[in-house]
């Protein structure tokens, strides 16, 4: 059984950083893609950011070159830093894990390649 536990999230001023992990148990982080997702109040779930077993990145337009993601292999973990965050970001952040090969562009733009997920942890930045 895959699980995934997120942490590093918090509040922050604008133009803060925060590194957010995603620890993987049942599932070899960069076996497949993997990614980062957000949902703040009353809006829909949106990809922000995916990387694919060959490392390759991918990224929605209004977080490149602020936001990247990575993985640790030894550790099993996945990596979200971010930083000149915007109060926009504020949302909950998520990690998920395919199950495929897919590309980090395909995995981005495509929400059902996803298998599993992580409860979350919370971003909050102030103005």
């Known amino acids: 059984q895959v699980q995934l536990v997120e942490s590093g999230g918090g509040s922050v001023q604008s133009g803060g950083s925060l590194r957010l992990s995603c620890v993987a148990s049942g599932y070899r982080v960069g076996q497949y893609s993997m990614g980062w997702f957000r949902q703040a109040p009353g809006q829909e779930r949106e990809a922000v950011a995916t990387i694919d077993r060959g490392a390759s990145t991918s990224y929605i337009d209004s977080v490149k070159g602020r936001f990247t993601i990575s993985q640790d292999k030894d550790l099993n973990t996945l990596y979200l830093q971010m930083n000149n965050l915007k109060p926009e970001d504020t949302a909950m952040y998520s990690c998920?894990?395919?199950?495929?090969?897919?590309?980090?562009?395909?995995?981005?733009?495509?929400?059902?390649?996803?298998?599993?997920w992580g409860r979350g942890t919370q971003v909050t930045v102030s103005s």
């Open positions: 998920a894990a395919a199950q495929a090969g897919w590309s980090s562009g395909y995995a981005l733009a495509n929400s059902d390649v996803w298998r599993a």
